[in-house]
Structure formats: C-alpha cells, structure tokens
C-alpha cells in the first residue's frame, strides 16, 4: 500500500470506526484511535489492522480469511501484550475482535498457561447476503441516489457477507462500486478505500488481481496523498527512532514477566538474544 492508511484511519478513524465496530456488533464508544505500526515489531507478522480505544476498553480489530488457529492466537496474545506496553499508556483492559469470512460467532481461548486462558472474540457478517446486498446498491448508483455511511462501509465489507463469488473478486466488486458511486465525500472515501486496501493487501495473493484492485482504488488517491500529509508531522515523533530501544527495553520486560520465554521475546521483536539477556539482567 503506498497511501498513508495509519493516518487517515487516525484521522477519520473515531466518527468512522465508531460506524464500523457498530456493524461488527462491537460494543461501546470510540475515543481514540491507535497507530498500529509499530517499529519495533515485524510489520508483516506483527502489524494490527486496526486498534480501537474504547471508554473501558482496548480493541484489536483483526480481518481474517481462514480459521483462527494456534498460530493466530499466539499472534494475537503478542499484539496485547506489545500494544498495552509500547503506545498504550492506559490501564484498560485489551480485547482481541476478528472479523471472519469463514468462521460463525463465536469466542476462541487460547490457553497460556494452567490459570491462564486469553480469548479472542470472532465475529461474523454472513447473516448478510451480499449479492442481493450488492445488487441493491448497484441499482443506488444507477438512479445516483443517497448513500448513507453505513451503506458505504458496508460496501468495503462485502466480502465478509454470504455470497456466491470467490473472495478475492468480491474485493475487486467493493473497489469498483466505491470508486462508482458519485459525489462521495472524501473523508468518508479515504476510510472506506482504506478498508479496501487493507483487505486487497491481506487476501489478494493473485498479483495481477492484487495490482488491478489497488489501481482502482488506490491510482486516484492523490488527494488522499495530499491530505495525509498535512497530519503526518503531528504524529512523526510517534516513530521517532532515538524511541525505538527504550521502547524495545520496556516491551521485553514486560513480555518477560507476561511468561514470554527468550526465545519468543527474540523472534517477534527482532533483536538478539544478548540484547534480551542484557536488557533482563539489569
């Protein structure tokens, strides 16, 4: 992705993840929304989609196209514990959400330890049907009516809805319909392109595919270029890299007495086990 979907989602994040997490059937108010890159960890194992604070709470909003497994819950235990100590100076509670396209309702524990179980909450859009979903807005743009916010969102979401296309092309159909639909209002644009990308980026693996839809939605985005950067300063210091080691110290302290074995703490956050060993030892 070559947009700068942090900040937008920083930006529009609050009035527009608020829509998002209500269709999810998320709970509660949004009142800040998190950086999910974190440049201590690798970003292609370790990067959140989105990270939600709450009133009461923390939440890590994660698309997902298969079943969550034991790899997954690992991952995501290591977002908690990375997020509560790195970026997040709150004593909120941290709650795990996947959006699935494959899994029903349900919550999965993942078991740390004999006393210890940490749960990830799976939600499920396939109540929806999509295609009847997708032809009602078709006929929208045709006759160029109203959109409401939510209906745009749930355009990007479209692929986590019952359908009968293949995953990767109901992905192609929300990029199109969003870059179709007339006078759509920037901020609301950004966001929901935003989402797009994002779902592109994790569930397209066929390259020329991958590329057609990023095209779409992603070769007109200039204005979104333009607008991300005017915020971009007021969030740099976040990534500032004299941050990066203090950063590392604290996380592997507080992985350590989370249960987090040397090895562990080594292979997510990308140091060398003399450096852990160091860091433990003072």
């Given amino acids: 992705m070559e947009f700068h979907e942090d900040t937008i989602f920083k930006i529009e994040g609050q009035k527009y993840g608020q829509e998002l997490i209500e269709i999810i059937n998320i709970k509660g108010k949004i009142v800040e929304v998190h950086q999910t890159e974190y440049g201590i960890v690798d970003p292609k194992m370790y990067k959140p989609d989105l990270v939600f604070e709450l009133e009461d709470r923390i939440v890590i909003l994660e698309f997902q196209s298969t079943y969550v497994d034991v790899n997954d819950k690992r991952r995501f235990r290591f977002y908690s514990a990375i997020i509560d100590q790195a970026k ?39 109540s929806i049907d999509g295609d009847k979903f997708i032809n009602n807005i078709n006929t929208k743009i045709e006759h160029e009516e109203y959109f409401s916010e939510k209906e745009l969102l749930m355009i990007s979401l479209f692929c986590f809805m019952k359908h009968t296309k293949d995953l990767e092309h109901t992905i ?100 060398t086990p003399d450096f852990v060993e160091k860091t433990l030892s003072k």
């Fill in 88 to 126: 997040i100076k709150s004593k909120k509670p941290i709650e795990v959400h996947v959006l699935s396209t494959v899994e029903k309702e349900k919550t999965k524990c993942y078991k740390v330890n004999a006393d210890s179980r940490f749960p990830i909450y799976i939600h499920s859009l396939k």
């Fill in 172 to 271: 192609l159909d929300s990029a199109e319909l969003i870059t179709n639909i007339p006078r759509l209002k920037k901020d609301i644009a950004q966001f929901a392109k935003g989402i797009v990308l994002i779902l592109c980026d994790k569930f397209v693996k066929d390259k020329m595919l991958n590329k057609r839809i990023t095209n779409i939605v992603g070769g007109n985005m200039k204005n979104v270029e333009e607008y991300a950067k005017e915020y971009a300063k007021e969030y740099a210091k976040e990534y500032a890299e004299d941050k990066v080691n203090e950063n590392n110290k604290q996380i592997i302290i507080n992985l350590r007495k989370k249960g987090f074995t040397i090895t562990e703490i080594t292979e997510t956050l990308n140091v």
